[in-house]
């Protein structure tokens, strides 16, 4: 395991999904289109995925975190 | 909404020696009752932790740790004072503001002490605006300004971080936390934000100390608590009783309730809907547990027979889609959803899936910056249960 996180920031989200077809291991998308995203720490074969997806969200909303502690 | 008449009490604490003529207490009246507080920041947050002090806003949160976690930080802080209490079945804090200013303002003042901050922000309703500035204009507390401010009237508008924004000249709408308004509240300092009514317990804590504060009540939820009651009992108001008092008691102080009731609407809005036949509860979160309800910001609801459930349900949940903040998808686009399903279930006149809306009440929660989502699901999936 790693010890990222995937948050979303649900005031920036425009639901464009991008994440949710950048990173579908983890990401999936509400019936408006809006990403669920399971919070679990990211195991490091998907740290790739999960850095690509936040780096590519249109609007900076989707968050790798470091886990506390 | 104006401030809600207050009864007859059952235990009489902060709503002491309140006059019969609806005037607010002046501060010499205030002090004869109470005395003035004469405790010091350290000590006051031990005897707040000491006393078991849960937050009166809804989250529950132990006071002791909110005040410690912001005197932690080491530098100038700011207390404000939460009495938005956007929530139209709620009046508890209006009533408190209204009647008995005094002891929110100690309790604001001791805070202050408590958490090194020299300014205090009384953020009220604007039904109490003018009570509350009078009462600020009597005191003289050394070290501490106290200025009141009147909110937005949206229900939003009494999220912590919704109140942060708004002093900071913004809107009074939530934001993505962290930093949470402890960390990184009020001009960039750490900002302590506690609801009015815990204020006043804790300006009497100060004064009487934990093991009196504890004397009272559910050991888990000691003291009392005000509860704002409505619907169709015979005399609506704002009551204070010790936690663990019985739902039937109460009813019965208020002369009972007109007619037989159906269910129980506890904690308000984002509260839980109970059985009639639970009438008989003890109003405490470890005796409403049982029903997956919490006390939350003390507004209960009685529902008589004949009424529908759903229909009230549905109406409610209209107004919280309709005063959702707009700013995040899954609250914005979810409760519409829920609430034209429940208009649906309500109307009978057309096909209401029930599984895609019991998908929906479980994939909306905790997906909002705030808990306004969460409550307005908690709501729904109660209604389910009890009227469906």
Wanted: aromatic share 4%.
């Amino acid at each position: 395991m790693s010890d990222l996180e995937l948050r979303v920031d649900p005031i920036a989200c425009d639901g464009h999904g991008l994440c949710a077809e950048l990173f579908p291991e983890r990401v999936s998308l509400d019936e408006w289109g809006y990403p669920i995203v399971d919070a679990t720490p990211i195991p490091r074969s998907l740290e790739q995925h999960a850095k690509r997806a936040a780096k590519e969200c249109p609007v900076l909303a989707l968050r790798l975190k470091r886990r506390a502690g | 909404m104006s401030a809600a008449p207050v009864q007859e009490p059952v235990t009489r604490r902060l709503l002491a020696g309140i006059r019969a003529d609806g005037r607010p207490l002046s501060l010499a009246e205030h002090r004869r009752l109470h005395g003035s507080v004469d405790v010091d920041g350290r000590t006051l947050v031990e005897l707040v932790d000491r006393s078991g002090l849960r937050g009166r806003g809804g989250g529950g949160f132990p006071t002791g740790r909110k005040l410690a976690a912001v005197r932690a930080s080491g530098r100038r802080a700011v207390v404000v004072v939460n009495g938005a209490e956007g929530e139209p079945p709620a009046g508890k804090d209006k009533v408190l503001l209204a009647y008995q200013p005094h002891l929110v303002l100690d309790g604001a003042v001791a805070a202050a002490h408590a958490v090194r901050a020299r300014e205090v922000v009384v953020a009220v309703n604007r039904v109490v605006l003018a009570a509350v500035e009078r009462a600020i204009a009597e005191r003289d507390d050394p070290k501490v300004t106290l200025r009141a401010v009147a909110v937005p009237d949206r229900f939003v508008a009494g999220e912590e971080t919704a109140l942060v924004q708004f002093l900071n000249g913004g809107p009074a709408l939530p934001t993505f936390t962290p930093p949470r308004p402890f960390e990184r509240g009020v001009r960039g300092l750490p900002t302590l934000v506690q609801n009015a009514e815990t204020l006043a317990q804790l300006a009497l804590i100060a004064r009487r100390g934990p093991e009196w504060f504890r004397s009272v009540g559910d050991p888990e939820h000691p003291g009392t608590v005000l509860v704002t009651l409505s619907g169709s009992v015979r005399e609506a108001g704002v009551y204070e009783i010790a936690t663990g008092y019985p739902l039937s008691a109460l009813l019965a102080d208020a002369g009972g309730t007109s007619g037989e009731p159906q269910a129980f609407l506890v904690g308000g809005y984002f509260g839980t809907w109970i059985p009639g036949t639970a009438v008989d509860v003890p109003l405490a979160n470890g005796g409403l547990q049982a029903y997956g309800a919490t006390l939350g910001a003390g507004a209960v609801r009685v529902l008589p027979r004949g009424t529908s459930g759903i229909a009230e349900t549905a109406r409610i949940l209209r107004y919280l889609a309709d005063e959702s903040a707009g700013q995040c998808g899954p609250c914005v686009y979810g409760l519409a959803a829920v609430a034209d399903d429940f208009a649906g279930l309500a109307s009978r006149d057309r096909h209401v899936d029930r599984d895609r809306l019991e998908r929906r009440l479980g994939a909306i929660a905790g997906r909002g910056a705030c808990r306004h989502p969460d409550g307005a699901v908690r709501l729904a999936a109660s209604a389910l249960r009890v009227f469906a």
